[in-house]
Nanobody, 119 residues
Framework: QVQLQESGPGLVKPSQTLSLTCTVS??????????WGWFRQPPGKGLEWMGFMRYDGMTRYSPSLKSRTSIYRDTSKNQFSLQLNSVTSEDTAVYYCARELFNCGYNYWGQGTQVTVSS
């Protein structure tokens, strides 16, 4: 069974960098045709797609976040990570990692982790 688990600090100060890691079990992040994405949901708002890393390491980001976002991976640990720079209170949200089989939608999700940006 595929499982994803987010981890990282729950509190980040404004202007600092938010870093989260998604640990995957039951599948390899290099499995052909798999996409590994990051999403977030601010309080009272809908789910927002942030970006993904494809099985071969290719990345794509939301245009609104592209200048501040990086997704990278550690294949030896079967993990992929999110880095969001220069955070503000607007980045306070529950952050999720998820897996998509190409063109089939994201069908496996982590439980989500709350990140609050506050001094």
């Amino acid at each position: 069974q595929v499982q994803l688990q987010e981890s990282g600090p729950g509190l980040v100060k404004p202007s600092q960098t938010l870093s989260l890691t998604c640990t995957v079990s039951g599948d390899s992040i290099t499995t052909n045709s798999m996409y590994w994405g990051w999403f977030r949901q601010p309080p009272g708002k809908g789910l927002e797609w942030m970006g993904f890393m494809r099985y071969d390491g290719m990345t794509r980001y939301s245009p609104s976040l592209k200048s501040r976002t990086s997704i990278y991976r550690d294949t030896s640990k079967n993990q992929f990570s999110l880095q969001l720079n220069s955070v503000t209170s607007e980045d306070t949200a529950v952050y999720y990692c998820a897996r998509e089989l190409f063109n089939c939608g994201y069908n496996y999700w982590g439980q989500g982790t709350q990140v609050t940006v506050s001094s």
